[in-house]
């Protein structure tokens, strides 16, 4: 019966394997038929081919070099492809003609007009009006063969290639106008070999785009020459106060010697020079056959004289770091919002920034060679991080390297208050003991200036004395013995107040060995007088369109204080650094019937020397230094840097309502100034401050100032809510205001 009627559950089993079986011989079947049907159309395809066989010296004179030529070609593609994405990234936004065209005009905090940055397209005056001999000029010196290549001029690069390699450095310029125009475009000035192949790509791209002349156009207008102007219709009229379309031979023949280096060549910076520069364009008109000896005679005979704008020093360190903040806030508006032309009013105090200015370089004129230092840079700000002046070098001309901003510098024992600020966040008091000692960590032993030692000190004598050892146990006591761990609980201290530059852990860090800007170093100290709330540095007020609509202010829309230390700490540090001031190592910065708190700071082999301190009004950093690193002769914070910022601040406080540091005793009355100190004090300046408002006037008129804003807005939307001014509402025009910003920090009460 089993076998007459077999178990379903058994019988699956042969199923599958006969399944598998026939689809092993399918397979099998397949693989042997396409095999031979490859085999066939290969010898078929072979066959085809031997009719077209080349051998003997055919071979390898005409096949060979085609198709390596061709292997060749097709890598070089792909590889022209991978460079090209940084091309095709830069020309993805379609709106890409108008990427540059940002143009701000920018008013001191009273409203007064200060100057302009950025690029206003002007088609005032069309490329058919500008005098032929400019644009000869231009051609002749920047590209003689810009109507002929396609972008690119291989041989005017080449030649300067070879010209280059035989002076051993760089005497031409191997780029096209195109190439200038993209560069300015889209690219930074960065000389890399990224940027060049970029800017290679986006020539070729531009000249698909545009015609010749809409390229030469672009370029004349979008060039920077010098004085802060753009396009040469803005340098005629900042340099010979007439339109470009009326300039002579010899001042277009100034100007285009200006598209190579208008620093160096920008005739109110050095006439000379300018004239130098403008003979060799006139050379230039005659090997280009442009023009011939006896047409320019005239121009070499007479050159161009520029007006003479030395009364009319703009403060271009400011206004280019205002730029740049500027640009940062346009990409934070609504995307609807296609406005490119702004009216600014800045933070800036054009007395202020003056006197600073002078400060520096008197300085540096009179104590400059004793001390063999060459250079400095500045920042007065008010405590809700207005920055008031900015000195970022002694010459503008000779160099727009901002040391204020972007340079780098290790900020020695005035680097010290974050430690302290630290060490009081957890647990330790002014009263505090520690033992100034010999101490190593590792092969690192630091010393103290004087190379003695005290024993059991105070915190507060420590940071008076500026005692090297102290922040380096304390750094071992903030990690309970981990070095490591306690410099990165003062590292983030600092970041919290405000420090953004990288700050490497080093033993040395507790003592100054990272490297801090003078902006942020200064505005950090900030913290401090607000009872521990860090503020933002910052140069904008005020943003408005060019028809005076009102797009964004900082009490409305800026960033706000933030509490990043407890008040009772930062009043304990504002009386340390008081002491550290007036009693220890800032004694030469003292103020008469002012109070000051403030740290030194003096690096390794005398590099570097800070003074940063502050009063119930104002901080001010001032770092004093050369440019190669090069040793000073033994200058201190206490010495060069100490004078300036006494001679900046003593001009600052004039004619203002004085304010006391809060932890701090009241500000003496005037003339109170023990003598033996006063004697101590560098010579008071001659420069006097005007008059200015009260701090209740100017919020008097601030308060006017918002509810006319707030008028306008609501007449021109009756039913839209009034409490807020949302972007481009229709408000007044800029009016002088003192202390605006003042007005917006956070509440200090005076403390004693």
Avoid at 450 to 459: A, D, E, F, L, N
Avoid at 515 to 521: G, I, S, T
Wanted: hydrophobic share 40%.
């Amino acid at each position: 019966m089993r076998d007459l009627y077999p178990d379903p559950e058994r019988n699956w089993k042969p199923k599958i394997g006969r399944f598998l079986l026939d689809s092993d011989a399918r397979l099998d079947t397949f693989l042997f038929q396409a095999g031979r049907w490859a085999r066939e159309i290969f010898e078929r395809f072979a066959t085809f081919m031997d009719r077209f066989h080349v051998g003997g010296w055919r071979r390898w004179v005409f096949i060979e070099p085609l198709s390596e030529g061709a292997t060749i070609g097709t890598g070089g593609l792909v590889l022209m492809l991978a460079l090209a994405q940084g091309a095709f990234r830069d020309t993805a936004d379609g709106d890409w003609l108008k990427k540059t065209e940002l143009a701000v005009t920018f008013l001191d905090r009273y409203g007064n007009e200060l100057g302009s940055r950025g690029i206003k397209h002007n088609d005032a005056v069309q490329l058919d009006e500008l005098p032929d001999w400019l644009i000869k000029a231009t051609l002749a010196t920047e590209d003689r063969r810009f109507y002929e290549h396609f972008g690119i001029d291989i041989a005017g690069t080449m030649r300067a290639f070879v010209a280059n390699t035989r002076a051993g450095g760089v005497v031409q310029g191997g780029s096209s106008i195109t190439q200038q125009l993209a560069k300015n475009l889209f690219l930074s000035n960065e000389r890399t070999l990224e940027r060049k192949i970029r800017e290679a790509f986006l020539a070729v791209w531009l000249e698909t785009r545009l015609t010749k002349n809409e390229i030469l156009k672009l370029y004349l207008d979008r060039a920077y020459l010098g004085g802060g102007a753009f396009g040469v219709d803005a340098a005629a009229q900042f340099y010979f106060n007439k339109s470009a379309k009326d300039v002579t031979l010899a001042e277009a023949a100034m100007l285009a010697g200006l598209f190579k280096a208008p620093a160096k060549y920008a005739p109110h910076v050095n006439l000379p020079a300018a004239r130098a520069r403008a003979n060799v364009v006139l050379d230039n008109l005659i090997e280009a056959g442009f023009m011939t000896e006896g047409q320019v005679f005239g121009a070499r005979r007479n050159p161009a004289t520029a007006l003479d704008r030395r009364d009319e020093r703009s403060p271009n360190y400011y206004l280019d770091w205002a730029f740049d903040e500027m640009k940062k806030l346009v990409d934070t508006f609504p995307k609807s919002m296609t406005e490119r032309v702004f009216l600014v009013r800045l933070a800036l105090d054009a007395g202020l920034q003056r006197a600073a200015e002078q400060a520096v370089e008197n300085s540096l004129r009179q104590y400059g060679r004793d001390y063999r230092a060459s250079q400095a840079a500045l920042v007065v700000a008010d405590h809700d991080g207005a920055v008031r002046a900015m000195v970022g070098g002694r010459d503008y001309g000779l160099s727009q390297f901002n040391r204020a901003v972007d340079a780098l510098r290790q900020p020695g024992s005035s680097f010290k208050p974050y430690v302290y600020a630290t060490a009081l966040m957890n647990g330790f008091t002014p009263k505090s003991v520690v033992v100034d000692a010999p101490i190593c960590l590792g092969n690192w032993c630091p010393q103290n200036y004087g190379r003695s030692y005290s024993g059991q000190v105070t915190v507060l004598q420590a940071i008076t004395n500026s005692i090297n050892t102290i922040p380096i146990r304390l750094s071992l006591a903030l990690g309970k013995g981990n070095a490591k761990v306690g410099r990165a609980m003062i590292v983030q201290t600092a970041r919290q107040m405000g420090i953004k530059s990288p700050l490497v852990d080093t033993p040395s860090l507790p003592i100054g060995a990272g490297e801090v800007n003078v902006l942020e170093h200064t505005v950090a100290f900030s913290t401090f007088p607000n009872q521990g709330k860090a503020v933002t540095p910052h140069a904008v007020l005020e943003v408005r369109t060019g028809t005076g609509d009102l797009v964004w202010r900082f009490d409305r829309d800026g960033p706000k204080p933030r509490q990043v230390l407890r008040p009772e700490v930062a009043l304990e540090m504002n009386m340390m650094l008081n002491s550290a001031a007036e009693q220890g190592t800032g004694r030469r910065a003292m103020l008469d019937g002012i109070r000051i708190a403030g740290k030194t700071g003096t690096t390794n082999a005398h590099r570097d020397a800070w003074f940063v301190a502050f009063t119930g009004n104002l901080v001010a950093g001032v770092w004093v230094g050369n440019d190669d690193y090069s040793s000073t002769n033994r200058m201190t914070g206490g010495s060069l840097p100490a004078i300036i910022w006494n001679s900046v601040m003593k001009y600052a406080h004039q004619g203002i309502e004085l304010k006391n540091i809060p932890g701090v005793q009241p500000n003496p009355p005037r003339g109170t100034t023990p003598q033996a100190q006063i004697a101590a004090l560098p010579a008071a300046s001659d420069a006097r401050r005007p008059s200015v408002l009260t701090q209740r006037g100017s919020g008097i008129l601030l308060r006017l100032e918002k509810m006319m804003d707030e008028a306008a807005q609501s007449l021109a939307a009756p039913t839209a809510p009034t409490a807020s001014a949302p972007v481009g509402q229709q408000g007044a025009l800029p009016r002088p205001e003192t202390v605006a910003s003042a007005t917006n920090a956070p509440t200090v009460p005076d403390r004693n």
